[in-house]
């Protein structure tokens, strides 16, 4: 399969997982003395040297605080910074750079909507809808909202394979729903949420829509624009990129219409002891000095995923989901929790007789590193009666191999507890 690469030393004629991996130091580690086989992308994947080098780079040679500054360094790290804030942009097909606010992470993104666009545009009485897979950053803060501004959140169920019940969904609508905030995928259940039809139907009912897109961008590709969603987040971490940098996508209109979110240098216009105006988006959302290298960070992983193709990514993820799906089934005693008909690379699971906790500790022991516990999503673990699961997401450097290996030590799990 063919890419379109960008220029420098990892063009791509065609997906070589093998020649990925190069890319990847820490895939070189070894853990209890094997070698690492990394199943937790779902949590924070790793990153290519291009990220890190990148980094390092604006460190050594051209660091220095952006905006304002007519120094050379600071002219540097503004330009680097701001073509960052393009690159999003144009990895989710934004119209306008000017629509990307950098904040720390998706979790940040989230409760500034609620704080921002909740506590300015909803009235006691009005309604949130969510779904019962949320991650807890998709319902503390609507909690919080709620009690503050005497709302009603309503839940989404789901069936018991994990699909979205879009006839519960449609039942929930309502002339008072002002806020609808889905997952685009589940990151426990890998379930792909029918998002585009979710937006159609709240934005017919008269709400916004919120999607937290955390664990869909770096497995497919995003059309903010194609979706019609409303708001749109997500963290630069699970994208490759570095911790302490996430992304609120909007329409430029509606984030001028939101007052700002924090105060403090940069995003303001001109202050007196007065008055104090602000600036436009997506400076007024940045209140202080910004995350200035992790967005340099951010911007070259998504050159670097560019370089490689998101559907050249997406069609080898999907042929590790296929095939773990099929060997984990094949141990007895192991059920697979979420089996939608369209899944991303997330394979959840319990053991009859093994506790997650042992499950992971002991795979750890082989050099298998999977995420153990409820995965930030008590109120899913409680839909399917269990205290959590152990969870093995893929990314664009796993292999075959590696599933094998995780097969392999969940066989020793399994006759420990036999």
């Known amino acids: 399969m063919s890419v379109s690469a960008k220029a420098g030393d990892n063009s791509l004629q065609a997906f070589d997982v093998e020649r990925v991996r190069e890319d990847f130091p820490i895939l070189n ?71 990307v606010i950098f904040t720390r992470g998706a979790t940040e993104a989230i409760n500034l909507v609620a704080a921002s666009y909740g506590r300015t545009f909803l009235n006691p009485g009005d309604e949130i809808i969510i779904t019962v897979m949320e991650h807890h950053a998709n319902i503390v ?11 009603i959140l309503k839940i989404v169920p789901i069936d ?26 589940s990151n426990v259940l890998g379930t792909v949420l ?46 490759y990129g570095p911790t302490g940098i996430g992304v609120l996508w909007a329409p430029e209109d509606l984030l001028n219409a939101m007052p700002p979110y924090q105060g403090g240098g940069d995003m303001i216009d001109r202050v007196t002891f007065e008055k104090t ?49 099929e060997r984990l ?6 059920h697979i929790i979420g089996n939608a008909d369209d ?6 699971f319990v053991m009859d007789d093994a506790h ?3 499950i992971g500790t002991l795979i750890d022991r082989m050099g298998v590193a999977v995420r153990v516990g409820h995965h930030c999503a008590q109120p899913l673990m409680d839909r399917y009666g269990i205290p959590g699961t152990a969870r093995a997401s893929f990314g664009m450097y796993n292999t075959k191999a590696e599933i094998d290996a995780l097969y392999d030590a969940l066989i020793v799990v399994k006759e420990m507890f036999s």
């Open 29 to 99: 580690e070894q853990v209890h003395g094997k070698p690492l086989v990394f199943l937790d992308n779902g949590a924070s994947a790793q990153k290519p040297r291009q990220v890190i080098q990148a980094m390092t780079d604006c460190m050594t040679h051209y660091y220095a605080n952006v905006h304002r500054g007519n120094h050379k360094m600071s002219q540097l790290s503004t330009e680097a910074y701001e073509e960052a804030r393009r690159k999003v942009a144009g990895f989710i097909h934004a119209p306008s750079d000017k629509e």
């Open 141 to 151: 803060p609507w909690q919080m909202l709620r009690d503050e501004k005497g709302l």
């Open 160 to 185: 018991d394979d994990g699909h979205f019940l879009m006839d519960e969904f449609e039942a929930l609508l309502s002339d008072k729903t002002k806020l609808v905030a889905v997952p685009h995928i």
């Open 194 to 239: 029918p998002v585009k039809e979710i937006i159609r139907k709240a934005h017919a009912a008269g709400a916004k829509v919120l999607i937290d897109g955390c664990q869909a961008v770096p497995h497919t590709r995003v059309d903010v624009q194609d979706l019609g969603a409303d708001f749109y987040v997500f963290s630069a971490h699970k994208l």
């Open 277 to 325: 105006t602000y600036q436009d988006a997506p400076h007024r959302f940045e209140a202080g000095t910004p995350a200035i290298i992790e967005a340099i960070g951010f911007g070259a992983a998504i050159d670097y995923v560019d370089s490689i193709g998101l559907d050249n990514i997406a069609a080898h993820e999907v042929g590790l989901l296929h095939y773990a799906t």
């Open 329 to 334: 089934s094949q141990i007895d005693g192991l």
């Open 343 to 348: 899944k991303a690379s997330i394979v959840s």
């Open 356 to 358: 997650i906790s042992d």
